[in-house]
């Protein structure tokens, strides 16, 4: 065993604790940040955690209020101002997503091809073309950092009306590396 696995392990295990929370709270809820804390050093400054946080795993996820929905704070901006305090190892963000066939590349082609010296303008009309794809499926993206380099990111689909429960949480090479490269930083 290496010794990034017990960190690996850990974070996989805290966005697994964080995907629960979140599908018990529904879906079409706005982006939300947990923070990553050392089990012990909560129960050491909160001694009155102690019985609830018994069993627990390494790090345990602390919700953060909900990100301002919508266009008022991009996301990446509001990123790009966060930083964490030292007593903070990691991060997990949610975001809803909308996730399209490959199929959809052509349409995204199209619909960017004129628009791509103006980025505003080319992600508007990306995201437009997003909500408007006949196969569009919603999702939950995962994505999880801590500070020795150890990182996740997964997604969640959103189960058709006719499913019963939570989809699995899935996994795709290079998924959302920016964004892990943006929850890094906040921890820089």
Known sequence: ??????QQRALARCVREVAEFVGEQGWDRPPQLFALV??????AAEPSLAAQ???????????QEPLPAGDRTPLDEYLAT???????????LVQPITVLP???ETMLDDALGPLLADPDAADRAARNAAQTHPDRRQARLFAGVLRDGAELCLIQLRPDAAADGESDLLSYPDLASGLLIALRQTLE
Do not use: H, Q, S, Y
């Open 53 to 63: 946080l018994a069993d627990a795993a390494p790090l345990t996820p602390i919700a």
């Open 38 to 43: 050392p089990t012990a050093e909560l129960v």
């Open 82 to 92: 966060l930083r964490w305090p030292p007593a903070v190892t990691g991060c997990v």
């Open 102 to 104: 490959p199929t959809a």
């Open 1 to 6: 065993m290496t010794l990034a696995e017990p």
